[in-house]
């Protein structure tokens, strides 16, 4: 799997919108890159995933640049409970193994 | 749909002890996960389950950690005995195959070692 590297926290207030970078230059044609989120004392919650086209849910949108080296996951308005760690990783789809490094940091400000 | 449930949530023991944790997936799913997670670190994933069959357990501590899945549906992992640096979370995850996306983590046990 490729390493991916964030930095580790930002902060982003609240309404506003939250864009959470991640690097992941030496990510593979097969690889897709997933996000998950962890709030405090909780198991970690898929969030979104995609290939190279722009991905959107309900919870976020995922904007993948064209030589797929990084990625921006963007909370549009960004609300308290948006305070978590999130983790963006790197694999292929062969099979559910993840691993998580470090994560970033989001603190939502009132 | 209940969500992974596992138990106790919160366990103090003194090192050399053993301890035992449990988790029951959602129903239906074949895949079962138990990740360690250290504090100001991401899960690290140490066995992971494909019915009740181990599919991957290679940083799993084989000489102090233990885990079954008996019948394919709920699950133990076992630390015996117990070290200082076993202190984490333990969180159990669950997912219908083989897909990323439909992984659902359980809320984790915190395990203290004194």
């Known amino acids: 799997d490729a390493k991916t590297t964030q930095p580790p926290s930002m902060d982003c207030a609240e309404g506003r919108a939250a864009n959470l970078p991640c690097n992941h230059s030496?990510?593979?044609?097969?690889?897709?890159v997933y996000w998950y989120r962890q709030i405090h004392s909780q198991g970690p919650q898929y969030i979104i995933h995609?290939?190279?086209n722009n991905e959107t849910n309900e919870m976020a949108s995922l904007i993948i640049t064209e030589d797929r080296k990084s990625s921006t996951l963007i909370l549009p308005h960004a609300t308290l409970r948006d305070t978590a760690v999130y983790y963006c990783i790197v694999k292929t789809g062969a099979n559910s193994k993840l691993t998580f490094g470090k994560g970033i940091t989001l603190s939502v400000r009132p | 749909e209940a969500g992974v449930a596992q138990s106790p949530r919160y366990k103090i023991i003194e090192k050399r002890q053993s301890v035992a944790f449990w988790c029951n997936p959602i129903?239906?799913?074949?895949?079962l996960y138990w990740y360690q997670q250290i504090l100001g670190q991401g899960p690290k994933l140490l066995i992971q389950f494909q019915n009740n069959g181990v599919v991957d357990d290679s940083q799993l501590p084989k000489d102090r950690f233990s885990a079954e899945r008996l019948k394919g549906v709920d699950s133990t992992l076992k630390i015996q005995p117990a070290k200082l640096e076993d202190s984490a979370v333990y969180l159990c995850?669950?997912?219908?195959?083989?897909?990323?996306?439909?992984?659902?983590f359980g809320p984790g046990t915190r395990l203290l070692v004194l």
């Open positions: 129903s239906g799913h074949a895949t």
């Open positions: 995850a669950s997912s219908l195959g083989d897909r990323v996306e439909t992984q659902y």
């Open positions: 030496t990510i593979s044609g097969n690889e897709y």
């Open positions: 995609g290939l190279k």
